[in-house]
């Protein structure tokens, strides 16, 4: 199970962090992506990461302003963005998957959290 937090109302130009953690150990080869979904549009791509922290691809759309990165002692995987315009305002999610390939497709992942809404106001 992966839960995310860090949601919040922030204002233009401000920064987050969002955190997704897994709910038991993991092992052998698991991917986490995160993903972000605006109102009527559909899911989007934002980061992936290897959860040995090793390999991590990010969308050439935020590219320079996100960082995603782990968190061994929350066992968790941590999404920063900063730089934040109206257009971030969405709700977050993060996923999983075993494996080590760093899809980018939401059909690729089978485990998802609930989301955590960010809203930018300018």
């Known amino acids: 199970q992966l839960v995310e937090s860090g949601g919040k109302l922030v204002q233009a130009g401000g920064s987050m962090r969002l955190s997704c953690a897994a709910s038991g150990r993991i092992f052998g080869s698991y991917v986490v992506g995160w993903f972000r979904q605006a109102p009527g549009k559909e899911r989007e791509f934002v980061a992936a990461?290897?959860?040995?922290?090793?390999?991590?691809g990010i969308a050439d759309s935020v590219k320079g302003r996100v960082t995603i990165s782990r968190d061994n002692a929350e066992n968790s995987v941590l999404l920063q963005m900063g730089n934040l315009d109206d257009e971030d305002t969405a709700v977050y999610y993060c996923a999983g998957r075993e494996g080590s390939i760093l899809y980018s497709s939401p059909g690729e992942y089978f485990t998802w959290g609930q989301g955590t809404l960010v809203t930018v106001s300018s």
């Open positions: 990461l290897s959860w040995d922290g090793r390999r991590r």
